[in-house]
């Protein structure tokens, strides 16, 4: 993630919580806040952001007796979906998968079945059919029973080759079978259909070019077929890494957010190690909603926890980071969550980052942090961005099926020569601030070179730089012993 960190806040008459959201006038509490609410907007999608929400009330402030629940947005489709089987029914249930026809699943394949299985793309119950296919790939939404629209902006597929489809056959169930070959779970009353790649792949990324993470991982190989139906799982999914005790369900962090009486949630989401940029960023957030009437807004901070590609640092070296940067103090670990993602990652720009954001309103967040470039990539074949770094956030604020989500767009950090810090850019004193790239950072680390002091705490830059270390060391021997061979 780029250091460009951008955002805006909406005025008092559009950024606010929406009808199941908690506080009473600000304006009966505070007239003065109004000024100091608005002096810092400067949201250039606030009059969209009215026209497609005008029911929106003035923010509201809640009394002192009230009971402050998580349920501060529901989830999509009003109840939150989980798939695991009942104990009562697990033995049953594994003895009539074993009877089935089996499908051997990737272990992307089974980071989607974890996804699925605990609600984060709720309300959806299984592997998409071939008509919520459709719909997602080409209206990035689902149209439910009653009429109205969910996003759902990346098609959620399971492939299957030719001579699986041969299996199955006319059989109506199917087991799922881990990488590491244990039978997990079942698809039922399933629907086999034609899986064109190029389509999913120009539609989902808006290009075909070679060298898309994603797809040269997951679909270039797979097979000519997708089969969707109703999913069951036998037990949640685990991973035994060491980190399936941050891997938080949808159900989990409701209940968290009940435990710390959180009145608003603002999701934050990276794949990135937290430097000092995003720390203010975040820090600023909860301020913000704070001068709003919010009592105790709790920042989820959500690293993403499936698939990545090969030069993004690795899960349990941010999860590490991340725990250095609570333990330094710069994120206050009292109003602070942090918990795994665990969707894959497509690198897909706009139209993932309305997955990233659906799926936490189903984890209960109410507001979504987005900034520059959200979930994009350098084009694969031409020097340059694949897609227009601010076209994320103002997708997000017209996406269809999020209008309960408020989005907040970043405000732009980097770092201070002068006062040796991260801070706001100044355009004023533009040539006294220094923008540092992912990239950027990730070679100071490589190199053994420190970045500015204050770029980010000492402890957590550690951890970046004994990876690095470690990779060189592991090179530098598997070098020696190709070497050896020759010899």
Request: proline share 6%; hydrophobic share 35%.
């Amino acid at each position: 993630m780029s250091l460009l960190i951008r955002s805006s806040y909406v005025s008092q008459s559009h950024f606010q919580p929406r009808r199941n959201s908690k506080p009473s006038s600000l304006a009966d509490q505070n007239p003065s806040k109004l000024v100091s609410i608005s002096s810092f907007n400067h949201n250039p999608f606030v009059s969209l952001l009215y026209k497609r929400n005008p029911t929106m009330q003035s923010l509201t402030f809640s009394s002192s007796s009230m009971t402050v629940k998580s349920s501060l947005i529901d989830p999509d489709g009003g109840e939150l979906v989980e798939l695991v089987v009942p104990e009562t029914e697990i033995k049953l249930k594994k003895a009539e998968s074993e009877t089935m026809t089996k499908v051997k699943l990737t272990k992307i394949d089974l980071e989607w079945v974890h996804v699925i299985s605990e609600g984060w793309a709720s309300p959806l119950k299984g592997f998409m059919r071939e008509d919520e296919y459709l719909q997602s790939l080409h209206f990035n939404s689902l149209r439910l029973k009653d009429g109205s629209l969910v996003n759902m902006s990346l098609p959620i597929v399971l492939a299957i080759d030719d001579d699986t489809k041969e299996q199955i056959g006319a059989s109506k169930n199917v087991a799922l079978v881990s990488p590491q070959g244990d039978i997990i779970g079942s698809l039922r009353s399933v629907e086999i259909y034609k899986h064109n790649k190029e389509e999913r792949i120009a539609r989902t990324w808006g290009t075909t070019s070679p060298g898309l993470p994603y797809v040269e991982e997951h679909i270039t190989s797979s097979g000519n077929w997708l089969i969707g139906g109703d999913l069951e799982v036998f037990q949640p999914i685990k991973y035994n890494d060491g980190l399936d005790h941050y891997r938080l369900s949808p159900k989990q962090l409701r209940k968290e957010f009940d435990n710390r009486k959180a009145d608003a949630v603002f999701a934050f989401q990276l794949r990135n190690p937290v430097h000092n940029g995003h720390a203010l960023l975040m820090n600023d957030t909860r301020k913000r909603l704070l001068e709003m009437g919010y009592k105790n807004p709790i920042l989820l901070l959500h690293p993403l926890g499936g698939f990545t590609k090969a030069d993004d640092v690795p899960l349990d070296v941010r999860m590490e980071q991340h725990s250095k940067v609570l333990e330094d103090g710069v994120l206050d670990p009292e109003t602070t969550i942090v918990s795994i993602f665990p969707s894959p990652m497509h690198y897909a720009g706009p139209t993932e980052v309305q997955w990233h954001a659906k799926a936490r309103i189903n984890a209960g967040a109410n507001f979504y942090i987005v900034g520059r470039d959200p979930a994009g990539m350098g084009h694969p074949t031409e020097k340059r961005d694949l897609y227009d770094p601010d076209h994320g956030k103002k997708v997000l604020s017209m996406a269809p099926g999020l209008e309960k989500l408020n989005i907040l767009p970043f405000r732009v950090a980097a770092y201070d020569t002068v006062e040796r810090k991260m801070a706001f850019f100044d355009p004023s004193r533009a040539k006294e601030f220094l923008f540092i790239s992912g990239t950027k950072m990730r070679t100071y680390a490589r190199t053994g070179e420190n970045p500015p002091d204050g770029f980010m705490c000492p402890s957590g830059w550690n951890v970046l730089v004994k990876y690095y270390e470690s990779l060189q060391e592991s090179d530098g021997s598997s070098k020696q012993q190709q070497a050896v061979v020759s010899a």
